[in-house]
């Protein structure tokens, strides 16, 4: 059903005036005739009837016109919700990041861009890294904030951020007092670690492996904030990544690891193959431009240009 036909049926019934109606949408009189009668003519019911020199609605145009006003108002809401898609100040972002970024950078990267953006709303997702992955694969996120560099084709990764990896000690540990250690310190020592899978797991077994041990694994935990609270509680040490500016931990210290391996980068996921809205690709250009911004307040942390 031709839904300009529709708009042109509900002016000459509004009107009860074909001439009137045809004046109206600015289009002749014969040819808004024949298209009402090609629309009963599909319909198979009579929808006007004469009425003196107008016409009005017969009983059958009178439960086409209700229907009709909801087929008009439906594709206006259609095109004001495209015009929304298409507005870079307005709409939703879809972010998923790992949990090691919730605490502060996620944060202040929303709060520097809605400064200059307020109408932009933001769907966030926290996980481990392969299922942050997976959210852009599949579509659940428009973007995601994630390390290591994802191996699928289908994926583009922009570097942001590259964070030396620092070993995590209770304030009353043997070398709490230190600015800088070594794996090899701790090889015999508890570790806390975040659960297998953990792109931080990996890294730190990589690291005690070229050290020439194996992590002797206390505790596990989902998230680095669960790991360094049993760390501050004396249940082992930790390769964590630096702490954010102004973050602090009571009955913690964080040493510079001295292995010239103990780093990660983190970057920006995004699909190639799926259209962004101007709104994803607003915050999208924000974030490879100014990603690293605020980042750089100790040598812990480097921007990747």
Known sequence: MDLLTVRW?????????????????????????????????EL?????DRAGRGVA??????????????????????????????????????????HTQGPSFVPDLI???????????????????ERVTAMVLDGRADLAINSPRPDDPALTWHPLVT??????????????????ASVRDVLDEPFV???????LRTLAEELFATAGGTPRIAFEGEETSTVRGLVTAGLGVAIVP????????????HLALTEPAATRTIGLVWSTARTRPPVVEGFRRFVLEHGGEGQLTDSSVTWVQ
């Open 9 to 41: 049926f509900l002016a000459v019934a509004d009107l009860g005036h074909v001439t009137n109606a045809a004046s109206e949408l600015r289009i002749s009189q014969p040819g808004l005739s024949r298209a009402v009668a090609r629309l009963e003519a």
């Open 44 to 48: 198979g019911y009579p929808l006007l």
């Open 57 to 98: 609605l017969s009983p059958y145009g009178r439960v086409f016109a209700e229907h009709a006003r909801r087929l008009v108002a439906a594709e206006d809401a259609v095109h004001r919700a495209l015009a929304q898609a298409a507005d870079p100040e307005h709409g939703e972002v879809s972010l998923g990041f790992l």
């Open 111 to 129: 709060r520097r861009y809605r400064d200059h953006h307020p109408g932009v709303a933001f769907r966030l997702s926290q996980d481990r890294s």
């Open 163 to 180: 964070e030396r990896l620092q070993l995590a000690v209770p304030a009353a540990h043997r070398l709490a007092g230190r600015r800088r």
């Open 193 to 199: 670690a975040l659960r297998e899978g953990a792109h």
């Open 242 to 253: 630096p702490p954010r500016p102004g973050e602090e931990f009571s009955g913690l210290r």
